[in-house]
């Protein structure tokens, strides 16, 4: 063998053994994407990325998530209060929701901002949280509302100074389109809607004697 053979054995040995052939994303089972540093399962950072989007993730449209969910909540919920920010898992009715940390004694900057409901979805949460409540207590399963019932009957909860009818109608639409699109309602068919157990979570008891209070002083101020 000559000089220049061996040497040349020598650099082919030393770049064996001292570096390490690229890989490709797809042989790296740890990776999602170039330079990605996360360490959770691609359906665990779902879920995640869908609790931090949605302000519901609910059971029974979500059976796969769901279940992630239930899997890997401690986990989550460390992901979530690392942004001050707290999950609730309600098992009885199949909900999961965040709730922002707020405290007195630490500066806590905010995450999730206020998105209140306007005149028109609040009086539409409180007809379905009624019905709600009417239909569980009577023994049913589910709840479900017509939009003309709806309609009917919650514009009998705006001011007597509403006197234009078919703005009161679009705003009511309008309200419950935003309701479905939170998972509060679902549409069943055209026109006709299922009462999600949400509706509780948003209007808990005391608030929903609160609302009705103040629906039943208005109306016999007015009266």
């Keep these: 063998m000559s000089e220049s053979e061996g040497a040349d054995d020598g650099w082919s040995a030393g770049t064996a053994a001292g570096f390490i052939a690229p890989v490709s994303m797809e042989d790296d089972p740890s990776e999602l994407f170039a330079g990605d540093a996360g360490t959770l399962d691609a359906d665990v950072r779902r879920v995640l ?3 931090l989007r949605r302000k519901f993730l609910l059971a029974e449209k979500n059976s796969a998530q769901w279940r992630t969910l239930l899997e890997n909540q401690q ?3 460390s992901r979530l ?4 920010v707290r999950l609730v898992v309600d098992h009885e009715r199949g909900v999961a929701y965040k709730q922002q940390v707020r405290s007195v004694e630490l500066d806590v900057p905010i995450l999730l901002k206020d998105d209140p409901y306007n005149r028109a979805e609040t009086l539409v949460l409180v007809h379905l949280r009624t019905v709600f409540q009417r239909e569980r207590g009577a023994g049913e399963t589910s709840a479900r509302v017509d ?3 709806l309609e009917q009957t919650v514009l009998t909860y705006f001011g007597p100074n509403d006197h234009n009818m ?3 109608q679009q705003e009511i639409r309008n309200a419950v389109q935003r309701l479905v ?3 509060l309602l679902t549409e069943e ?3 006709r809607y299922r009462i999600t157990p949400m509706v509780e979570v948003v209007l808990n008891t005391a608030k929903l004697a609160e609302l ?3 629906l039943r002083e208005r109306n016999e101020a007015t009266a």
């Design 147 to 149: 939009i003309e019932e």
């Design 212 to 214: 009705e209070q103040w």
């Design 166 to 168: 078919a703005r009161g």
């Design 49 to 51: 990325v869908q609790l």
């Design 81 to 84: 209060h690392d942004m001050f």
């Design 75 to 77: 986990i989550l919920e």
């Design 181 to 183: 699109t939170e998972g």
């Design 189 to 191: 068919s055209a026109g």
